[in-house]
């Protein structure tokens, strides 16, 4: 890939601790929490918005709120945003685009879990109302599906991630590593 890959801003999707720890870990959590880490580190440093989203769920779930499994594994620096959500798509019912609008933010990059479900379903509405959206392949994860129906095979939770980017379609920008992504502050006009 030759074209430059550039955001204005970084949005962390779920990335809690019952899901990257203990026995409610993704498979791939090591390689993930290296890729968010990296991301977070070139994104401060450069200045731009970061925006960690929070899933809450529901009454005895592990990631129900108030609880250690729901806390943000990487803690926000002051001037960071958490986006609370109790649904797959982080703008749903949520103050985020206003905070991207706010920001100036165009193009972002997205990471966390799960690949098929809140990062998925983020992303989509992230392109849809215009935003470009930058997918870093070893920035999000998910787990194993189990079989299914009919006798289907279950698949491999790196397989079913990949399906998941792959679902995204043409318009979002997938790049191999984490460090692939640039974060530039945009120009106020």
């Known amino acids: 890939m030759d ?8 949005i962390v999707v779920d990335v809690q601790n019952a899901f990257v720890s203990g026995a409610e870990a993704v498979p791939a959590h090591a390689r993930l929490l290296a890729a968010v880490a990296t991301l977070l580190v070139n994104a401060r440093a450069s200045g731009v918005p970061v925006i960690f ?7 005895g779930a592990v990631d129900e ?16 945003h958490v986006v609370r ?3 797959d798509d982080g703008f749903d019912g949520t103050g985020l685009n206003d905070l991207l609008t706010a920001s100036g933010v165009r193009t972002m990059a997205i990471c966390g879990m799960l690949s098929e479900m809140c990062l998925a379903a983020t992303a989509r509405t992230a392109m849809a109302i215009g935003y470009g ?3 870093p392949h ?4 998910t787990y194993d599906v189990p079989p299914g129906p009919g006798g289907s095979e279950g698949v491999q939770a790196h397989l079913a991630a990949r399906a998941a980017e792959w679902s995204l379609g043409d318009e979002v920008v997938i790049v191999p ?6 974060f530039a ?3 106020a006009s």
């Open 138 to 141: 070893d920035g999000h994860a």
């Open 177 to 182: 590593k984490a460090s692939d992504v640039s």
């Open 133 to 135: 959206v930058i997918l």
């Open 65 to 80: 709120p108030h609880t250690s499994g729901w806390e943000l594994h990487f803690p926000p620096r002051p001037g960071e």
């Open 3 to 10: 074209e430059v890959v550039t955001a204005d801003a970084l």
């Open 53 to 59: 989203i929070q899933n809450d769920g529901p009454a």
């Open 185 to 187: 502050r945009r120009q």
């Open 85 to 87: 959500k109790e649904v």
